[in-house]
């Protein structure tokens, strides 16, 4: 089927029924997903999904419905629902659809390859990343190893005569085990994720890092409740990120339900603090050559040096703001409206080494693991439960479990002293190492 061709005549289809304006988003994806437990083959399920989102605006009134049936009929119902609900809605006159045509060049975004590698291939690599991680004589259960990969085809037309495409790839493999000692359980797992599957690391390496994580853990000793230095691993940058992507989101500002809110182009942080919203990576896995609504996508310093530099927004809400969108549409597939969301979203690296962030810090607790929402991006406050490793003297000490961090945004992004090199942009969401100087910390 000609996808392009559908989508633009269900534009029309739309406009012909009653509708002012138009928007249809069109999703095909293939999946695979393997699943392997102790060398055994648990499932293999490959499937294909399809299906196109229209937005219509009657007056003013937007409305939204969804077929993942593309046979005539079952469109037209679609079509005709979405022009009912519209006569229903409230009108708004920021009900607008983007006439930007243009699209941003990212490349590296699809592997034609992934589809053409045999299947005994893929499921030997989840089989291999799991015996390796068993090799491990601290290592006693397999929670199981997987490999999955996807490939997907993004159509989006608009009645401003916008029609815009682009494919995507994507594809990881992991493994998570458990390390015992005595009446003690420890988990541990590692995943890796690309874009092309010739990018993915060797078993090995990611075998040895997941054992790592679980035995790593065992013999955790307790800490007392105190005031100390807290350092972020990378893998717990989320848990300073979430609340700052909800502060930074643009209707929340617009409803005052931001922390930040009233703090564009004022210091916020650390000047060691520079936050970035790339959409246009090579081979980033949230890149894309425009968002959820057909604007071109871009590379963004959200805080810069700790100035707060910028907000997200997607078309809509951007009209109520008076500023243009930022091409930070967000969709979870063809049967959801745009939200607003971030691309590759990243703390800046610094120049320290993570073993010399460590070295500097007298007391404090290295953090490997997070509960919890992180920032409340309404008031700002921080509380999280957390485990990882007590430094005594510029030295891990041992393992910590069971404890709880506290404080607030100004104390976290202000407190940020030290930041490591050591930035991985193979993450959607990431950070170095970094440091801060002082946190509330929960103990016995």
Same mark, same amino acid.
């Given at each position: 089927?000609?996808?392009?061709?559908?989508?633009?005549?269900?534009?029309?289809?739309?406009?012909?029924?009653?509708?002012? /304006?138009?928007?249809? #988003?069109? !999703? +095909?994806?293939?999946?695979?997903? *393997?699943?392997?437990? =102790? @060398?055994?083959?648990?499932?293999?399920?490959?499937?294909?999904?399809?299906?196109?989102?229209?937005?219509?605006?009657?007056?003013?009134?937007?409305?939204?419905?969804?077929?993942?049936?593309?046979?005539?009929?079952?469109?037209?119902?679609?079509?005709?629902?979405?022009?009912?609900?519209?006569?229903?809605?409230?009108?708004?006159?920021?009900?607008?659809?983007?006439?930007?045509?243009?699209?941003?060049?990212?490349?590296?975004?699809?592997?034609?390859?992934?589809?053409?590698?045999?299947?005994?291939?893929?499921?030997?690599?989840?089989?291999?990343?799991?015996?390796?991680?068993?090799?491990?004589?601290?290592?006693?259960?397999? /929670?199981?190893?997987? #490999?999955? !990969? +996807?490939?997907?085809?993004?159509? *989006?037309?608009?009645? =401003? @005569?916008?029609?815009?495409?682009?494919?995507?790839?994507?594809?990881?493999?992991?493994?998570?085990?458990?390390?015992?000692?005595?009446?003690?359980?420890?988990?541990?797992?590692?995943?890796?994720?690309?874009?092309?599957?010739?990018?993915?690391?060797?078993?090995?390496?990611?075998?040895?890092?997941?054992?790592?994580?679980?035995?790593?853990?065992?013999?955790?000793?307790?800490?007392?409740?105190?005031?100390?230095?807290?350092?972020?691993?990378?893998?717990?940058?989320?848990?300073?990120?979430?609340?700052?992507?909800?502060?930074?989101?643009?209707?929340?500002?617009?409803?005052?339900?931001?922390?930040?809110?009233?703090?564009?182009?004022?210091?916020?942080?650390? !000047?060691?603090?520079?936050?970035?919203?790339?959409?246009?990576?090579?081979?980033?896995?949230?890149?894309?050559?425009?968002?959820?609504?057909?604007?071109?996508?871009?590379?963004?310093?959200?805080?810069?040096?700790?100035?707060?530099?910028?907000?997200?927004?997607?078309?809509?809400?951007?009209?109520?703001?008076?500023?243009?969108?930022?091409?930070?549409?967000?969709?979870?597939?063809?049967?959801?409206?745009?939200?607003?969301?971030?691309?590759?979203?990243?703390?800046?690296?610094?120049?320290?080494?993570?073993?010399?962030?460590?070295?500097?810090?007298?007391?404090?607790?290295?953090?490997?693991?997070?509960?919890?929402?992180?920032?409340?991006?309404?008031?700002?406050?921080?509380?999280?439960?957390?485990?990882?490793?007590?430094?005594? !003297?510029?030295?891990?000490?041992?393992?910590?479990?069971?404890?709880?961090?506290?404080?607030?945004?100004?104390?976290?992004?202000?407190?940020?002293?030290?930041?490591?090199?050591?930035?991985?942009?193979?993450?959607?969401?990431?950070?170095?190492?970094?440091?801060?100087?002082?946190?509330?910390?929960?103990?016995?």
């Amino acid at each position: 089927m000609e996808y392009k061709e559908l989508a633009n005549q269900l534009v029309k289809k739309c406009l012909k029924k009653g509708a002012d /304006a138009a928007e249809v #988003y069109i !999703e +095909t994806s293939r999946n695979l997903s *393997i699943e392997v437990r =102790n @060398g055994q083959i648990e499932t293999v399920q490959e499937a294909a999904d399809y299906g196109a989102g229209l937005r219509v605006f009657v007056k003013g009134k937007m409305a939204f419905a969804s077929s993942n049936d593309f046979e005539e009929k079952s469109l037209d119902d679609a079509v005709s629902r979405a022009i009912s609900f519209a006569k229903i809605t409230t009108p708004d006159p920021n009900n607008v659809l983007t006439d930007n045509k243009e699209i941003t060049d990212v490349r590296g975004l699809f592997d034609p390859q992934i589809a053409h590698i045999p299947m005994e291939q893929k499921i030997e690599l989840a089989k291999k990343v799991e015996t390796l991680a068993l090799k491990d004589p601290r290592i006693t259960k397999s /929670a199981g190893a997987g #490999y999955g !990969e +996807t490939e997907q085809e993004i159509f *989006i037309a608009n009645s =401003n @005569g916008l029609l815009k495409s682009y494919k995507a790839s994507g594809c990881s493999f992991g493994v998570d085990v458990v390390a015992e000692r005595g009446e003690q359980k420890s988990s541990g797992g590692e995943y890796c994720s690309r874009r092309f599957y010739q990018d993915l690391k060797p078993a090995d390496e990611v075998a040895d890092k997941a054992a790592r994580k679980a035995y790593e853990m065992l013999d955790p000793k307790p800490v007392k409740t105190q005031k100390a230095a807290v350092i972020f691993d990378p893998n717990v940058a989320y848990a300073l990120f979430g609340g700052i992507l909800g502060a930074i989101n643009g209707e929340r500002v617009l409803q005052g339900a931001s922390f930040l809110g009233n703090n564009l182009n004022q210091k916020i942080g650390s !000047e060691l603090l520079t936050l970035i919203d790339d959409g246009t990576r090579e081979k980033g896995l949230s890149s894309e050559p425009f968002d959820g609504e057909g604007v071109p996508t871009q590379k963004r310093i959200i805080i810069d040096k700790g100035v707060l530099k910028g907000f997200m927004y997607n078309t809509i809400v951007a009209r109520r703001a008076v500023v243009q969108s930022t091409g930070n549409a967000s969709r979870r597939g063809f049967a959801s409206l745009p939200g607003i969301g971030p691309h590759n979203f990243y703390m800046a690296a610094g120049e320290a080494k993570p073993d010399d962030i460590i070295k500097a810090t007298k007391t404090g607790l290295l953090v490997k693991e997070v509960t919890g929402y992180g920032i409340n991006p309404v008031n700002g406050h921080f509380s999280g439960g957390a485990s990882g490793f007590w430094i005594e !003297e510029g030295k891990i000490a041992f393992p910590a479990k069971g404890l709880t961090i506290a404080g607030t945004a100004a104390e976290m992004l202000n407190g940020i002293d030290l930041v490591g090199n050591d930035l991985d942009l193979n993450k959607p969401m990431t950070a170095p190492t970094f440091r801060i100087a002082l946190l509330q910390i929960g103990g016995e």
